[in-house]
């Protein structure tokens, strides 16, 4: 009778000496933490399509900037319907999908979280652009050109996935402990990689364009506060426009900074080496970087009222009108 219920415990019972062993979590705990990541996986589709849907179909906001948030909601959209789905199944239950499915599903998340990144980058390029060299932000910055930025982003992202999984590629299944556990190996080169591509040098970038940005941002401060009445009012519309701009840096300076206090978690539980404390952490950080993509829509619901109106009129079924891709959200 013992043993049977001993062989309960393993993912595969008739293959005993090579088989997993079940999650050992209490079973409420494994429902209550299913359920949990179920509801923040729900919210971020939800919150992330309705991103797509309003940047997509309101042709006012069609802007250089916004085209860069549409293209991170679609990554934090596929975080939220493909990675947090296979998380839950991984963390709650055993691997039954086989060797190719966990790799696919290794690689599905390497890339959207390289493809983040570049997002993160290009969108602090642009508010570079837009502050500091204001005057020929125009002509610097269109959308063919962000199109273009992005699609490059995109395919980086799935060349340098591709690089960083290269053994695990060559040696499916070799990383496993067990029969029913989904392992990837990652050679030293591809850590190496991927920690320098992913983390060091993005970081670097965002780091000093913002601080770029925060620098010239506060002198234009100064200089509006100090602005006297008695200026034409071809000047005062160029101040607003500025107002404008510092108000978007500063709201996707907030963008920036949630994303990188969600990010750095992840890498320093890999450069912290390997123990059984750093182990258990890295369980949270992983989830705190897939929150991330439900968060980006908060952020943008909070400081764009252009977002809340758009929302307003999706949710209402007013897309569906005739020639709603015109109305006035902003």
């Given at each position: 009778m013992m043993e049977k219920e001993d062989q309960l415990e393993?993912?595969?019972?008739?293959?005993i000496n090579i088989s997993c062993r079940k999650p050992t979590s209490h079973w409420s705990d494994g429902v209550f933490l299913s359920v949990l990541l179920g509801i923040?996986?729900?919210?971020?589709?939800?919150?992330?399509?309705?991103?797509?849907?309003?940047?997509?179909?309101?042709?006012?906001?069609?802007?250089?900037?916004?085209?860069l948030l549409l293209s991170l909601a679609v990554s934090d959209f596929l975080v939220g319907l493909l990675v947090w789905p296979g998380e839950i199944y991984m963390r709650t239950s055993c691997w039954t999908l086989g060797d190719?499915?966990?790799?696919?599903?290794?690689?599905?998340?390497v890339t959207l979280t390289s493809a983040s990144v570049g997002n993160m980058v290009l969108i602090s390029a642009d508010r570079y652009v837009a502050i500091c060299d204001p005057l020929h932000y125009n002509t610097k910055v269109t959308v063919r050109r962000v199109q273009l930025c992005v699609c490059l982003c995109w395919f980086f992202a799935l060349l340098l996935c591709s690089i960083i999984l290269k053994d695990g590629l060559t040696h499916l299944g070799k990383s496993n402990s067990c029969y029913g556990e989904c392992v990837i190996g990652i050679g030293f080169e591809g850590r190496i990689i991927d920690l320098v591509m992913v983390f060091i040098l993005p970081l670097s970038i965002i780091i000093t364009l913002y601080m770029r940005v925060f620098v010239v941002a506060v002198s234009q401060a100064?200089?509006?506060s100090s602005h006297v009445t008695s200026v034409t009012l071809q000047h005062s519309v160029f101040v607003r426009v500025k107002t404008s701009e510092l108000k978007a840096a500063r709201t996707l300076g907030i963008l920036v900074l949630v994303f990188l206090m969600c990010l750095c978690p992840i890498y320093s539980v890999s450069l912290a080496g390997d123990n059984k404390i750093i182990s258990s952490f890295a369980k949270y950080a992983i989830y705190l970087f897939y929150l991330n993509s439900c968060l980006n829509p908060l952020i943008y619901a909070l400081f764009y009222p252009w977002f809340r109106r758009a929302v307003r009129r999706v949710v209402t079924l007013h897309i569906l009108q005739p020639g709603s891709y015109g109305d006035n959200i902003l």
């Amino acid at each position: 009778m013992m043993e049977k219920e001993d062989q309960l415990e393993f993912c595969f019972p008739q293959l005993i000496n090579i088989s997993c062993r079940k999650p050992t979590s209490h079973w409420s705990d494994g429902v209550f933490l299913s359920v949990l990541l179920g509801i923040i996986s729900i919210f971020t589709v939800v919150l992330n399509l309705l991103v797509i849907i309003s940047i997509s179909h309101f042709r006012q906001v069609h802007t250089p900037t916004n085209l860069l948030l549409l293209s991170l909601a679609v990554s934090d959209f596929l975080v939220g319907l493909l990675v947090w789905p296979g998380e839950i199944y991984m963390r709650t239950s055993c691997w039954t999908l086989g060797d190719v499915f966990s790799f696919l599903w290794f690689y599905m998340t390497v890339t959207l979280t390289s493809a983040s990144v570049g997002n993160m980058v290009l969108i602090s390029a642009d508010r570079y652009v837009a502050i500091c060299d204001p005057l020929h932000y125009n002509t610097k910055v269109t959308v063919r050109r962000v199109q273009l930025c992005v699609c490059l982003c995109w395919f980086f992202a799935l060349l340098l996935c591709s690089i960083i999984l290269k053994d695990g590629l060559t040696h499916l299944g070799k990383s496993n402990s067990c029969y029913g556990e989904c392992v990837i190996g990652i050679g030293f080169e591809g850590r190496i990689i991927d920690l320098v591509m992913v983390f060091i040098l993005p970081l670097s970038i965002i780091i000093t364009l913002y601080m770029r940005v925060f620098v010239v941002a506060v002198s234009q401060a100064r200089a509006m506060s100090s602005h006297v009445t008695s200026v034409t009012l071809q000047h005062s519309v160029f101040v607003r426009v500025k107002t404008s701009e510092l108000k978007a840096a500063r709201t996707l300076g907030i963008l920036v900074l949630v994303f990188l206090m969600c990010l750095c978690p992840i890498y320093s539980v890999s450069l912290a080496g390997d123990n059984k404390i750093i182990s258990s952490f890295a369980k949270y950080a992983i989830y705190l970087f897939y929150l991330n993509s439900c968060l980006n829509p908060l952020i943008y619901a909070l400081f764009y009222p252009w977002f809340r109106r758009a929302v307003r009129r999706v949710v209402t079924l007013h897309i569906l009108q005739p020639g709603s891709y015109g109305d006035n959200i902003l």
